[in-house]
Structures are given as structure tokens and as C-alpha cells.
């Protein structure tokens, strides 16, 4: 049973510029939640998608936008590159029914330059 | 608003010793709680979870949880702890809504076991 992946699994960039991370979920799941882990912190919810749609939003500006695939899969992506947006971008999937649990992939490892 | 507060930021313990992890929460409705546990340059692995039922829960690897409503806690404890427990570990909250069911983190406990 293949878990929630992630690509690339590290990405340098320079600011102003812009970045597109991927995700597949959880064989099964049809929700997919993205968060932003800076370092020694916790994760910090940026948005859920189900059905093809934005269902939740967390507080980070427009310049974080996101997509989900008919495959359920999902794509992170960021405008303007600030330095402040380097950390472990990490993504979730769930079942919309069911239990109420979120299974995370390994994360991408942005850092900007 | 729901928030969550791990009391403490690092946690030294010798193998082979009981360690506690402190949670505590804050909501205006009914929470579901997670426990997560992050290797160095890892993901999040599911620890254990309450959900309802049972307000102590278990996990395959010997950690326990019990949910406390009136205290809005849900500490986690392990009797005696191995090398290999070193890790960071994140409690986290959601609400269920229509609109989602979010998670809310706190900022972590870093466990290091000691030989």
C-alpha cells in the first residue's frame, strides 16, 4: 500500500522566484492537506483541497496557491520567493469520510537563497 | 481559534527511564488529538490518536495518551524509553467541521535519550 508522496524531495531557489511542489496521497484518500514546517517549529496549515477545490485556508497570503488533480493528487505552488518561505513543505491526505486521521509524506526541503 | 501548547521544548531522559510529554489545548468545541512523531529529516508519523470512546490510548510501540476534557490535556507517556525513541515529537488538534478537519500543532517536544 503505497503512503503519501512528495516531489522533489529538495529544492534550492532565489527570491522572486517561483516553485511547484507535488504531492500523491495515500492510496485511497481523497483529501490533501499542505503545511509549512519552518525550522524548530511545528507545522502551520496553508490549505486543503477536496473534490478539486480549496475547502480550508490557513493564514498565508495569495502568493501560496494550490491545485488538485481528478487523481487526487495535489500541487503546492509559490510565488515571489521570500527567504522567509525556506522550510520542510510537508503534505497530507485523508478520507473525507471515515476516520478522522492525516497521513503525511516525507516533505520537500525548500530553501531560498 | 483552537491553539496547542507543548509545556516543554526539550526533554532529556536516560534509556530505560519513563518520560512524559505535556499537552494541552484550547477550544471552543469537541477536538479530535493526534500525537506525531518526526525523525531527523523526515516526515510525521501518526503516534496514536483519540478520537472518542476510551480516553486512554496505546500505541504498537509501547507510548500511551490519555485525553483529559476537563483539564483540556492529553499528555503523552512512555514507562521506560529506548535510544531509538530520540525524536521530536508534536501534539496537534482538529475540529471537525464541514468545511475540513485541519490540524493545529504545537510547537514540539524534543526527546533525547540517553545510554
Known amino acids: 500500500d503505497a503512503g503519501v508522496t512528495q516531489s522533489p524531495t529538495h529544492l534550492i531557489k532565489t527570491r522572486g522566484q517561483q516553485v511547484t511542489l507535488r504531492c500523491s496521497p495515500k492510496?485511497?484518500?481523497?483529501?490533501v492537506s499542505w503545511y509549512q514546517q519552518a525550522l524548530g517549529q511545528g507545522p502551520q496549515f496553508i490549505f486543503q483541497y477536496y473534490e478539486e477545490e480549496e475547502r480550508q485556508r490557513g493564514n498565508f497570503p495569495d502568493r501560496f496557491s494550490g491545485h488538485q488533480f481528478p487523481n487526487y493528487s495535489s500541487e503546492l505552488n509559490v510565488n515571489a520567493l521570500l527567504l522567509g518561505d525556506s522550510a520542510l513543505y510537508l503534505c497530507?491526505?485523508?478520507?473525507?469520510?471515515?476516520?478522522?486521521?492525516?497521513?503525511f509524506g516525507p516533505g520537500t526541503r525548500l530553501l531560498v537563497l | 481559534a483552537q491553539s496547542v501548547t507543548q509545556l516543554d521544548s526539550q526533554v532529556p531522559v536516560f534509556e530505560e527511564a519513563p518520560v512524559e510529554l505535556r499537552c494541552n489545548y484550547s477550544s471552543s468545541v469537541s477536538v479530535y488529538l493526534f500525537w506525531y512523531v518526526q525523525y531527523p529529516n523526515q516526515g510525521l508519523q501518526l503516534l496514536l490518536k483519540y478520537l472518542s470512546g476510551s480516553t486512554l490510548v496505546e500505541s504498537i510501540n509501547g507510548f500511551e495518551a490519555e485525553f483529559n476534557k476537563s483539564q483540556t490535556s492529553f499528555h503523552l507517556r512512555k514507562p521506560s524509553v529506548h535510544i531509538s525513541d530520540t525524536a521530536e515529537y508534536f501534539c496537534a488538534v482538529s475540529e471537525w467541521k464541514a468545511a475540513g478537519n485541519k490540524l493545529t500543532f504545537g510547537g514540539g517536544t524534543r526527546v533525547l535519550v540517553k545510554p
Open positions: 497530507a491526505s485523508s478520507l473525507e469520510t471515515g476516520e478522522e486521521t492525516q497521513y
Open positions: 492510496s485511497g484518500h481523497d483529501t
